[in-house]
């Protein structure tokens, strides 16, 4: 029974994480289309620049928090681990980058060309498209799955949480979801102690609980594990395993 329910609640928590990934992934499509006809059509300038910038603030910025946040956790509460497998670092890197140029350059400079009702300057587009282009690499990197485990990987072999963080995850990804929309710009208000408290507890307390020191190589134990990963289980975008 147990067993099950950590099946099911993982299984919801990377439905969340696609769902958000491929949000996050449109809506960066959708502002390349916006900024484009910021700059094509001067009489829909204004127009195009403020459905930009609503669209970042309502959709894009909460569906890239949601995707980072669930992406991370899947990584940390299940055997894939986040720096175990090269794949996994991979899109964890990439999601940073994004997060730091989604959050400091595109919505900063989206807010200041709306205040102004300017068109958009070349490099926001190039931004915007590079974020989506980004995300499907991602994806790829999940089907796919290349390269093999991390140094860290070959040394420790992490075990899957119990349903509790699972359950935790998909709550606090849809509270601050909703949280979002009714205060109008990104709040991981939920998702950012649920991600601290698994980075403390899951890679340093229960290991130490468990009578073994982070870095070492872990037995599996009945009721707190699920089976090893496989290379057939996909998730998209967010820098996770899924």
Request: glycine share 10%.
């Amino acid at each position: 029974m147990a067993i099950t329910g950590v099946r099911t609640w993982r299984r919801l928590l990377v439905w969340v994480h696609v769902l958000t990934s491929v949000g996050w992934m449109s809506t960066a499509l959708g502002l390349v289309a916006l900024l484009v006809l910021s700059r094509d059509d001067p009489a829909r300038t204004a127009a195009a620049v403020a459905m930009a910038h609503h669209l970042d603030m309502h959709l894009l910025a909460p569906a890239a928090t949601a995707s980072a946040f669930t992406g991370v956790l899947l990584s940390l509460a299940t055997p894939w681990g986040l720096l175990h497998h090269w794949w996994v670092a991979a899109k964890f890197a990439i999601t940073l980058v994004q997060l730091y140029v989604g959050i400091g350059v595109l919505s900063v400079q989206l807010a200041v060309i709306d205040a102004g009702g300017r068109p958009s300057p070349p490099a926001l587009v190039v931004a915007s498209a590079a974020m989506a282009s980004a995300i499907a690499f991602q994806a790829w990197l999940s089907l796919a799955k290349p390269w093999p485990r991390t140094p860290l990987g070959v040394r420790d072999r992490p075990t899957t949480a119990g349903v509790g963080w699972f359950v935790v995850g998909v709550l606090a990804a849809v509270g601050d979801l909703t949280l979002s929309q009714v205060l109008g710009f990104p709040s991981p208000l939920l998702m950012l102690p649920t991600l601290l408290g698994a980075l403390v507890w899951l890679r340093l307390v229960s290991p130490a609980l468990a009578g073994r020191t982070p870095g070492s190589r872990s037995p599996r134990t009945a009721g707190t594990t699920g089976p090893a990963p496989r290379r057939t289980t996909t998730s998209a975008g967010g820098g996770s395993a899924g």
